[in-house]
């Protein structure tokens, strides 16, 4: 059983995730999409929101066999990897300028937990701009994100904006 955490905040999932989370569908058995509780951090939606979001989203994408879960962890990721007893952690890179941190964390990581692997995907190229940061300044300014995040993404932030 190959069981990947896809770690994140997830604030909120955008397109250029959910393609990570499809490429990864087909490397791994079980892919955990794993939503930092991060309190040090002012979200735009609350842990439960953002589960419960892409808990729907998921189920809108082609997982193939894979079994594609939706959980929420506090503390060391690799600590919660260890328990969840996965192989590897997935993360995407969309630019160079994302490999500096990727890097640092995944070498970290590695210190932290030498047994567990760190796979980079890169997203497709029509993505590769698409961020949560981007998508909440845009919409907060009057954007559309279509395209950028899933229908239901965008709907449940004009209901958080009401
Ligand atoms: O979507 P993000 O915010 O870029 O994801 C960052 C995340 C959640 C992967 C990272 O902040 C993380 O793993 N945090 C958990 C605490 C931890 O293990 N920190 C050490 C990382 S080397």
Do not use: W
């Not at 809108?60 to 590897?88: K, P, W």
């Not at 630019?95 to 640092?104: T, V």
């Not at 590695?110 to 890169?122: A, G, I, N, Q």
């Not at 497709?124 to 300014?141: H, M």
Request: charged share 30%; aromatic share 8%.
């Amino acid at each position: 059983m190959r069981r990947a955490i896809y770690p994140g905040s997830f604030d909120p999932v955008t397109n250029g995730h959910l393609d990570i989370i499809q490429r990864g569908c087909k490397l791994f058995d079980e892919i955990i999409v794993a939503v930092l509780i991060n309190p040090e951090k002012t979200a735009f939606f609350s842990i439960e929101e953002r589960c419960d979001i892409l808990s729907e989203v998921l189920k809108t994408i082609d997982r193939g066999d894979c079994h594609v879960l939706v959980e929420s962890f506090a503390g060391l990721m690799v600590q919660y990897a260890a328990e969840r007893e996965a192989n590897a952690i997935v993360r995407g890179i969309r630019a160079i300028s994302d490999y500096e941190y990727e890097l640092q964390m995944a070498l970290m990581n590695r210190r932290l937990r030498p047994s567990l692997e760190t796979v980079f995907m890169m997203p497709a190229e029509e993505y590769s701009y698409v961020s949560s940061r981007l998508v909440k300044e845009v919409f907060q300014l009057g954007a559309r994100v279509d395209g950028l995040v899933p229908p239901i993404v965008e709907q449940r932030m004009r209901e958080k904006i009401k």
